[in-house]
C-alpha cells in the first residue's frame, strides 16, 4: 500500500520536459543545466515554478525571439542545490522560475537586446552582466506574475561580474 502511495505521488508530481511552455521554449530547455548534469543534481521545478517559467516565455522571451531570432537560455530555473552550486544569489529569481539568462554573442548585441526588452516589454528585472577577465556577456531578465509587483519595480541596469 505505501509502495502504490508513494508511485502515484512520482506520477503526479512528474513534469512533462516536452512541455511547450511558448511556440519556441520548452520546459526542457528552461531547465536544463550542464553543471546539474555534471554534479548529477536533478533539477526538477515545483509546479509553481512551471507556471512562472510559462509567464517569462510567453511575455518576455517569446517576443524577444519574434524581434530578434534565436534566443539561447544558458540558465532558467534552478533548485535550491543547483543555485548554491552555481553561485546564485540566495533568493535569486532563479529558485522560483522567474528569471532566465540568455547568452549573448558580443556586447553588441547584448545592448540591442538589452533596449529592446527595456523599452518595449514588462519585465520586473534586467541585467546586463558582463564578466571583467574574458569580457564575456549575458542578460540577465525576470518576470513577476503579480500586477502589482510589476507597477512597483521594473529595474534595468548594467552589472559587472568579477
Ligand atoms: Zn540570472
Redesign the pocket.
Known sequence: MKNKEMKNEREQTRVNLEEQLSPHFTLREMIASGKAIRLGIENVPTPEAVVNLRALCQNVLEPLRRHMGCVRVT?GYRSDILNGAVGGAKHSQ?LRGE?A?LHCSSLDQARRWYGFIRDNLEFDQLLLERRLGNGCCWL?VSYVRQPGHRQNRKDSRFVTAK
Do not use: N
Request: net charge negative.
Open positions: 540558465s532563479h528569471a539568462d540577465h
